[in-house]
């Protein structure tokens, strides 16, 4: 097995344009620090390589990720026996004003949407503020805060199905729901995001409060995934944990935050299957004690 991914590597790398790597360890490239190696890991130079590269990997029915900046995952400790795609190159990392909207390439970090709105005088945007990830992987899990998503924001999003073809999504025609949307059947290319004018004043003290509310609730100080759990509704899975008296139990180097019960932190050389087992032992304990079954926020590559 190991040989045919080596041999099919060589020949592709003959045609491929972008970055092009094997046996690449996720944890690298996961804000968890966790995860096994991607058999190929591959950066796309452009569309057309994006699209080259979709097509080898269907003609030799290979399974195939996309991970953005990792911030929302738990890659398995044997990694994934696949490609893992990245958009991580200019072409993808494009930020421009368009028509009233800021456009976003897949790859461009939620801070950098932040900064350049800020610099427009653009406001709606701040909440992102302090939000680990890309626009790409924002939009499939419709990231956000308590009371704003993503969504909110979102004009229109291009994207790319497995085929290679290439379509514009109204915001009409796709399903956003909390901490979730129907957008992983495609890779994104880009999106629209609809802002409007703002005092830059007041922009400016709205992005800091965001963050200085980040900063003081949330546990930064180590490698994580953000919250682990959504929150069922009504109820904050974060206080329900600590309800529990869980924060601060640990399994092998995971750890339930000290901080943010719905934090759990790599604590040095954390496995999946630490971080797995402790949430095993969350969701029965809050079974337990409030008969509310938590479902995971994060995505487990398996
Ligand atoms: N709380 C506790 N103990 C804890 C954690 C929280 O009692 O260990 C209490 C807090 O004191 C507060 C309430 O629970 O009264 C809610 O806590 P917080 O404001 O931290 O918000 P959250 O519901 O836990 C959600 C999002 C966060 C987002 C914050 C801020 C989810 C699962 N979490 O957290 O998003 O940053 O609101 O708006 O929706 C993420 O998605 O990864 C994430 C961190």
């Not at 970055?19 to 995860?35: S, Y």
């Not at 299957?273 to 809050?286: A, F």
């Amino acid at each position: 097995m190991q040989e045919i991914f080596l041999r099919l590597a060589m020949n592709w790398q003959k045609s491929l344009k972008g970055k092009f790597r094997t046996r690449e360890f996720l944890k690298e490239h996961t804000t968890f620090k966790i995860g096994g190696p991607a058999k190929i890991f591959f950066e796309p130079r452009d569309i057309k390589d994006l699209r080259l590269s979709l097509s080898l990997v269907k003609k030799n029915r290979i399974p195939i990720l996309v991970i953005g900046a990792g911030s929302n995952i738990l890659v398995n400790d044997d990694g994934f026996k696949g490609m893992v795609l990245r958009l991580n190159t200019p072409s993808f990392k494009k930020i421009v004003l368009k028509h009233n909207c800021l456009e976003a390439g897949s790859g461009v970090l939620l801070s950098q949407v932040v900064l350049k709105a800020k610099g427009l005088g653009l406001s709606g945007a701040e909440f992102l503020s302090g939000i680990p990830g890309t626009v790409g992987g924002a939009l499939i899990m419709n990231a956000g805060i308590r009371e704003k998503n993503i969504a909110d924001l979102v004009e229109d999003v291009k994207v790319m199905d497995y085929n290679g073809n290439i379509k514009i999504l109204n915001k009409n025609n796709i399903k956003f729901k909390y901490r979730s949307s129907n957008l992983s059947q495609y890779i994104i290319l880009s999106a629209r995001l609809k802002l409007r004018k703002k005092d830059p004043r007041k922009i400016k003290e709205k992005i800091k409060k965001y963050f200085v509310y980040r900063k003081l609730t949330h546990d930064l100080s180590k490698p994580s995934a953000g919250c682990v759990f959504k929150n069922p509704t009504g109820y904050s899975a974060g206080r329900l944990i600590d309800l529990c008296g869980l924060k601060g139990k640990r399994i092998g180097d995971a750890s339930i935050s000290f901080k943010h019960a719905n934090f759990i932190v790599n604590i040095g050389n954390a496995r999946a299957k630490d971080v797995l087992k402790l949430m095993s032992l969350i969701r029965r304990e809050v079974k337990k004690k409030f008969n509310i079954s938590l479902k995971p926020e994060i995505k487990i590559w398996k």
